[in-house]
């Protein structure tokens, strides 16, 4: 950046700490404008103090006195010989001067980054690691409050969340567009996009989404959420205009099919960080469909966008994340990628209908390459392994009750890949279930995935845990109920099951099996379908009753994030809406009560509690953090 820029950054604030240590380290012509900023840390502040003396002190070293006394005629020729001796011992200091010059300047840029990484690694988690704080007891009470009151009519107004980081939130607001009611209100409710501090409950920035570009006004909004990246991507979908391409029927359906585009916003200030879509102030970049946005693993600066056209056409693009109008390169294909996660080792796997002749694309240059695997599959990556399911189709799910084959099953193939998709080993069953340690978010593994589970036998009620590596079974389990569904999460130590009556979807019983032994433990009851597993961690499992849970299911299963609204004033509902259970002895450890406006969340590690009620809408942290 420039030293303007980098001026600015120095006396905002706002800036992070991390901002500041590299500033301190690139831009010594900042030093002053970061020792009067109140944000400063002390070990920062001590370091630039330190260094501006060593600086003046060489800089003194250097200046060398050549002024001298006049000299009489008989000293002369004796002063010649003394000069020579003293001009060879000046070059020698000279020389020495410089050299220690020369080595000095690395010598303060390697000690100032390691200031600055024993700071960041004493107080902040790697980029793109996100800890979930362990919930041992909510608080009563917290230090602060977030308002997320606004102008406009409360009841037309949706809130969504979203990581950034560790202890960092998106916050998204905007006016409910599918409301006629609140599309045609004389005041909707303003579509703002902030970043909050859940530590000290601040907010770093807040933008207006319409007031940098126009027509995202009438645009719906929705947030890609890609922990550790480098800006906050915010996907726009046009949902009352024109499907892209005209009105002709494409392979996917509904809003799938309306006009779409991308916008990277700066994670230090919220600014628009395209300056090509800065300027697009009444049009929009990307007109396509845009279908997906995946995460490169190992990679904070790249993502994958999957658009597509009018008939069965896809364009698969990588980007920087900061600038989405120049593609790094671009491919076009007729195939769709795989259900699951689609990435394996660097490669992108296309090959969704039974008749294709599976590709890979290559995610560093974009060309095609042969892939040894089956058309039709489902892929994940089971810790450091692959997998290929088929049987299943491609479509992802919310839950894994259809994916465990159902009520009746059906024939399940599982193949454990290389990264050119040879089969390494071969498990046949009648269904599986797949769940993922829930307490660590790393830009390696984005998908996390853990556990795979084999069912088989009478009612697919036999449950085997597989060892990924060798494709052997460590434990199998008979489960206590005929039907039930293995959680989506779990922690290091248990498994989490919801259980049914026979041909039922309503879970009324919730038990834990052990991933030691498969042991299961006696069932709790619970209050519907609702009531779920939201997050575990090594000691305690936070049990969630949530109202909106069906839709939230109904919404995932379409690919869509749901928006937590209050058309509905529900505060004289009071539910236990949050339990924690110790994993050791699979008994309640607390319970906590909330309102029909309030909702429990989980964003940037933190646990927090969204109460929407009318007039008071705000959240806050319901634990102490990490």
Not at 412 to 437: K, M, P, Q
Not at 504 to 533: C, T
Not at 570 to 581: H, L
Request: aromatic content about 6%; hydrophobic content about 35%.
């Amino acid at each position: 950046m420039s030293v303007v820029e980098a001026r600015a950054l120095a006396k905002d604030p706002k800036t992070s700490t991390g901002v500041l240590s590299r500033l301190a380290n690139g831009y010594p012509e900042v030093w002053d404008e970061l020792l009067a900023n109140p944000s400063i840390y002390p070990e920062l502040r001590k370091w630039i103090v330190q260094a501006k003396l060593e600086r003046v002190r060489v800089s003194n070293s250097l200046n060398v006195d050549t002024q001298s006394k006049p000299l009489n005629s008989s000293s002369i020729r004796q002063i010649q010989v003394v000069e020579k001796v003293r001009t060879r011992g000046r070059r020698k200091l000279g020389r020495l001067a410089r050299t220690f010059g020369v080595l000095l300047v690395p010598a303060l840029a390697i000690s100032a980054l390691w200031l600055g990484v024993d700071y960041l690694y004493r107080t902040q988690p790697p980029l793109g690691i996100v800890s979930m704080e362990t919930l041992n007891q909510p608080q009563s009470s917290s230090s602060w409050q977030y308002s997320l009151q606004t102008v406009g009519d409360p009841s037309c107004t949706l809130y969504e969340f979203a990581t950034l980081d560790q202890n960092q939130a998106v916050v998204l607001t905007q006016n409910d567009l599918d409301s006629k009611d609140c599309r045609e209100s004389e005041t909707p409710a303003p579509s703002t996009l902030a970043l909050v501090n859940l530590e000290t409950g601040l907010r770093i920035w807040q933008v207006d989404l319409a007031g940098e570009l126009d027509w995202t006004e009438k645009w719906q909004k929705q947030l890609v959420e890609i922990p550790g990246l480098k800006e906050v991507l915010v996907k726009f979908t046009d949902i009352n205009g024109s499907d892209a391409a005209g009105d002709k029927k494409s392979i996917d359906d509904s809003q799938n099919r309306k006009m779409k585009t991308l916008v990277p916003y700066n994670r230090l200030n919220g600014l628009i960080t395209d300056p090509v879509i800065a300027k697009s102030k009444y049009q929009p970049i990307i007109q396509a469909p845009v279908l997906e946005v995946l995460a490169l693993p190992g990679d904070l600066r790249s993502i994958l966008v999957m658009t597509n056209g009018s008939k069965k056409d896809f364009r698969y693009a990588k980007y920087r994340s900061k600038r989405l109008s120049s593609a790094k390169w671009s491919i076009e294909s007729d195939q769709k990628p795989m259900g699951g996660n689609p990435i394996v080792g660097r490669r992108l796997i296309l090959g969704r209908e039974k008749n294709d002749l599976p590709k890979s694309v290559l995610l560093h240059n974009g060309r095609l390459s042969d892939w040894s695997g089956k058309p039709a599959v489902k892929l994940y990556r089971i810790g450091n392994v692959y997998v290929q399911i088929s049987g299943d189709g491609t479509k992802e799910k919310a839950t894994n009750l259809v994916s465990q084959g159902g009520f009746e099953g059906h024939d399940i193939t599982i193949d454990r890949i290389d990264e050119f998709g040879n089969t390494i080993w071969t498990l046949e069953s009648s269904g599986y279930a797949i769940s993922h340690e829930d307490s660590v978010t790393t830009p390696r593994n984005r998908a996390h995935l853990s556990q795979l589970f084999m069912l088989d036998g009478k009612d697919n009620r036999d449950v085997s845990l597989v060892e990924v590596e060798s494709g052997t079974l460590s434990w199998t389990t008979k489960i206590s109920k005929p039907q039930f569904e293995i959680s989506r999460i779990n922690s290091v130590t248990n498994v989490s099951l919801y259980l049914n009556k026979k041909y039922s979807a309503e879970s009324k019983y919730f038990s834990m099996l052990n991933l030691v032994d498969g042991k299961e433990s006696e069932p709790i009851r619970i209050a519907g379908r609702s009531v779920r597993v939201d997050g575990e961690t090594a000691t305690i499992s936070v049990l969630v009753d949530e109202p909106s849970r069906k839709k939230i299911i109904k919404n995932a299963e379409a690919g869509k994030r749901v928006n937590l609204d209050n058309r509905e004033d529900k505060s004289d509902e009071v539910r236990v809406c949050a339990r924690g259970i110790a994993n050791e002895d699979f008994q309640t450890a607390w319970t906590f009560e909330c309102n029909g406006n309030q909702h429990l969340t989980r964003v940037g590690g933190r646990w927090i509690l969204v109460d929407l009620t009318k007039g008071q809408e705000k959240f806050w942290p319901l634990g102490v953090g990490r």
